[in-house]
């Protein structure tokens, strides 16, 4: 039988479509970590030098656009130090990841009740304690578990009950 002659080169675009996703897909798993990383220290500076309530308000898209201006900014140049690129391909992936983090970073907030604990609580170490929560729980959401189903269960989560053992003695009984 006779190939026909545009299925070696489909099969090469094919092989090298599927190696390019699976690059750009732990690139950007990578990317969106620094981004929360860069994202979270600036936050935690700004709630350890007192700025709780800016914080909160940040997050909630409620602040001063100086204040918001002046956070972003220093976001992104902390983000531009991490990812380690230079010139116009850095400032397009910070122009890109960095909204995106932050708006999956707000709807958790929001999902999660971040902003009215925060204002009950206002303390220091609680707030960096819920950052850090709100940082993992965004991570969730930005990195999904890879299709394995596995999840991270509380400690007071009751077990499910015994299956029956499968098996030709099992089918027996």
């Known amino acids: 039988m006779?190939?026909?002659?545009f299925l070696p080169p489909l099969l090469?675009?094919?092989r090298a479509t599927?190696?390019?996703?699976w690059q750009t897909g732990r690139l950007f798993r990578l990317v969106a970590q620094k981004a929360l990383d860069s994202?979270?220290?600036?936050?935690?500076?700004?709630?350890?030098?007192?700025?709780v309530q800016l914080v909160a308000d940040f997050l909630a898209d409620k602040a001063?656009?100086?204040a918001k201006a002046l956070l972003l900014e220093r976001?992104?140049?902390?983000l531009l130090v991490r990812i380690g690129l230079r010139g116009v391909l850095a400032t397009n992936v910070v122009g890109w990841i960095l909204?995106?983090?932050l708006e999956r970073l707000m709807k958790v907030g929001v999902s999660s009740g971040f902003f009215e604990k925060v204002r009950t609580h206002a303390t220091v170490t609680d707030a960096l304690r819920r950052l850090e929560e709100l940082k993992r729980a965004a991570l969730k959401t930005l990195v999904p578990d890879a299709g394995s189903g596995a999840e991270v269960l509380p400690d007071d989560t009751p077990l499910p009950a015994?299956?029956?053992p499968a098996g030709p003695e099992a089918a027996s009984r």
């Open 12 to 14: 090469t675009a094919a």
């Open 39 to 51: 994202i979270q220290d600036i936050l935690r500076a700004e709630i350890q030098k007192g700025n």
């Open 162 to 164: 015994q299956l029956p």
């Open 64 to 66: 001063l656009p100086a």
């Open 18 to 21: 599927g190696l390019a996703a």
């Open 2 to 5: 006779k190939k026909p002659p």
């Open 99 to 101: 909204p995106f983090v």
């Open 75 to 78: 976001m992104a140049a902390r």
